[in-house]
């Protein structure tokens, strides 16, 4: 079954927009790598290693290794098929250097030294995708300790050029009559489901894993959906396995059984079926059927309750059919970031012209989303700073220290910091609370619009002082369209982030749990691109792509959400007649928020 909305579906494969005559483009590719793993070193003396691998790019400028992503965990497991997918763009003219390495998991730190090293392999991109769908399998070089003595653990990267495609499967997928494997308890499962995409030469690459449900024989996974894309790469008839196996925490699972099918079987099942009835498919198990002959009928059924194939807007179709990411910026200046008069100062004022951390990570972020934004106006905030007239301390003032907010672009915002260097003092302690609370009130009057997508920018130096009511403000701003972008600068233990970057699972506090993942923290120390004994540059580009990673995503999340489709093009001679829109600078009177509601906030300046 389809729903497209023809006001935003794009032009077909190879139309007349991909060929711009008189024009450059560079030859680059999309390509998909998946990873497994073979006779890993086992580190744990009870169980299993616990992998996960962790990709990095090498910088052709500065030399340095550079994290990109990493997989999931899988637990006990020396022969791990990752799920995750790590999707780069392939530049045939560049020679792109790209490092693997594995490591044994032991909790839940962000700290990579925290865990086990496992073993490395170093490759160009190039390599892998000349070998494409054989995969490129390596020798993983072995770290100290029990991995040394491992010469046999290897590493394979198979690679694929992803198709552009908008179509999304949504399925609901139960099971009933599974084999019992265990037969301690009465005899049950504890069953969960893969769903593994067909290779060229004759591999199977893991797309998708539901949950484990214990102790059921007739479980009933939980909804999910999946992109065309990294279900078949677009090719309808491109076999698909589902595989039912019983979960053993020593990783050793049992397999129940297995059917192949594509997703054209799918989707025309699902038209030939009612809401009400389900398409029934028998799981067979291999090893039985040749062992039992005529006797064995099958291990259980799968039953696919339901099967929708549509059109999915993209990031783009929204943005160039009108919605906006309207950015506001927040500026940590409580007096751990130093005198700024103090060159260590993350604050310094440095009378060369060298920008500071601060300076950098404005620009690397307001650069690009200045471009999805029309009138170039941006509110800019500070907080935890003493600010005049009286030196009250202040969580969430202006920063251009007048009445109204707006700063004319990039620049503006830049002059606005300066005036507030010069004119605050740097206090304390560390609240983001009062930041997020303000701008969720903006995005808050959009609940019901999708012109407007609210993306907050936070530059800090330390530790959050109310992590509680930080967490408290995030889980309630997680159904509003705002994401929110955490800049870490200077080399503060930055821990409690991660807890707020909630990638993992969602957000929980006090009994509550975020509708969504909205938080991305990025530690600016990380992409540092060459020192000297007076100056210290940085990769911008990477940095304003870690930063901006996640915005995409988490737009198009909110708006399914809220079943919003791209609202086409805006009419501009129709003029904007609601007075109380957030942040608009135009306005007769300003909205609530213009007013910081804090304690010890001051009044709007003159």
Not at 151 to 179: C, G, P, R, V, Y
Not at 350 to 378: E, F, H, L, R
């Amino acid at each position: 079954m389809s729903s497209v909305g023809a006001s935003w579906q794009p032009p077909g494969p190879g139309g007349a927009h991909t060929f711009s005559p008189g024009q450059a483009l560079e030859p680059t590719s999309t390509v998909e790598l998946s990873i497994r793993c073979s006779n890993l070193a086992d580190m744990d003396v009870f169980s299993k290693s616990d992998p996960f691998c962790v990709l990095y790019m090498k910088d052709t400028k500065s030399g340095q290794w550079l994290c990109l992503d990493k997989t999931e965990t899988i637990d006990n497991n020396l022969n791990p098929h990752f799920q995750k997918k790590f999707v780069l763009q392939y530049k045939f003219e560049e020679r792109q250097l790209l490092r693997f390495d594995v490591y044994d998991s032991d909790g839940n730190s962000s700290n990579l030294d925290n865990h086990d090293f496992i073993g490395s392999m170093e490759c160009s991109l190039g390599e892998v995708v000349a070998h494409q769908g054989k995969g490129l399998k390596r020798q993983l070089i072995v770290g100290a300790g029990k991995s040394a003595r491992n010469k046999e653990q290897s590493i394979t990267i198979t690679s694929e050029e992803l198709l552009s495609n908008k179509e999304f499967l949504s399925l609901n997928i139960s099971a009933k009559s599974l084999d019992a494997k265990d037969w301690w308890g009465w005899g049950s499962s504890d069953p969960f489901l893969t769903i593994s995409k067909s290779g060229e030469y004759g591999q199977w690459t893991v797309v998708h894993r539901t949950e484990v449900l214990k102790r059921n024989l007739h479980p009933d996974w939980q909804p999910f959906t999946l992109s065309i894309t990294s279900l078949c790469n677009a090719d309808h008839q491109r076999t698909l396995k589902f595989s039912v196996d019983d979960w053993n925490l020593n990783g050793s699972h049992s397999h129940i059984g297995e059917f192949t099918t594509t997703v054209a079987e799918l989707v025309e099942g699902g038209l030939k079926t009612s809401r009400g009835s389900a398409q029934m498919f028998p799981l067979i198990n291999q090893k039985k059927k040749s062992k039992k002959g005529d006797r064995y009928k099958n291990s259980g059924f799968i039953h696919v309750n339901y099967c929708i194939l549509e059109l999915q807007p993209t990031f783009l179709d929204y943005i160039s059919n009108g919605t906006e990411l309207s950015f506001t910026v927040a500026v940590d200046f409580t007096a751990s970031n130093g005198n700024p008069q103090d060159p260590r100062s993350l604050h310094f004022n440095d009378p060369t012209g060298a920008p500071n951390q601060y300076i950098t990570a404005i620009k690397a972020v307001g650069d690009i989303i200045q471009d999805y934004d029309s009138d170039k106006m941006y509110p800019a905030l500070g907080f935890g700073a003493r600010v005049p007239p009286d030196g009250k301390v202040s969580h969430e003032f202006f920063l251009n220290l007048t009445g109204d907010p707006y700063c004319s672009g990039v620049d503006g915002i830049l002059a606005a910091y300066h005036q507030s260097l010069h004119n605050v003092q740097l206090y304390g302690p560390t609240n983001f609370s009062p930041v997020i609370n303000h701008v969720a009130k903006f995005a808050r009057a959009y609940q019901q619009d999708p012109s407007n997508y609210f993306v907050l920018l936070i530059i800090t130096d330390g530790i959050i002082t109310d992590l509680d009511a930080t967490k408290n403000a995030v889980i309630h701003a997680s159904d509003l369209p705002l994401s929110i972008i955490i800049v870490g600068v200077g080399s503060e233990d930055f821990s409690a982030m991660d807890e707020l970057d909630s990638d993992e699972s969602l957000l929980t506090n006090n009994g509550k749990t975020a509708q969504r993942d909205i938080v991305q923290f990025v530690e600016m120390q990380k992409f540092v691109s060459q020192t000297g004994s007076h100056y210290v540059s940085w990769n911008k580009e990477l940095l304003a792509r870690e930063v901006l990673f996640e915005i995409p995503e988490q737009l198009i999340g909110y708006m399914k959400a809220k079943k919003f489709k791209p609202i086409g093009a805006r009419k501009p001679s129709q003029p904007n007649t609601n007075s109380h829109l957030p942040y608009d600078p135009s306005a007769q009177s300003p909205p609530p928020g213009y007013t910081p509601s804090v304690p010890g906030a001051p009044p709007a300046y003159s």
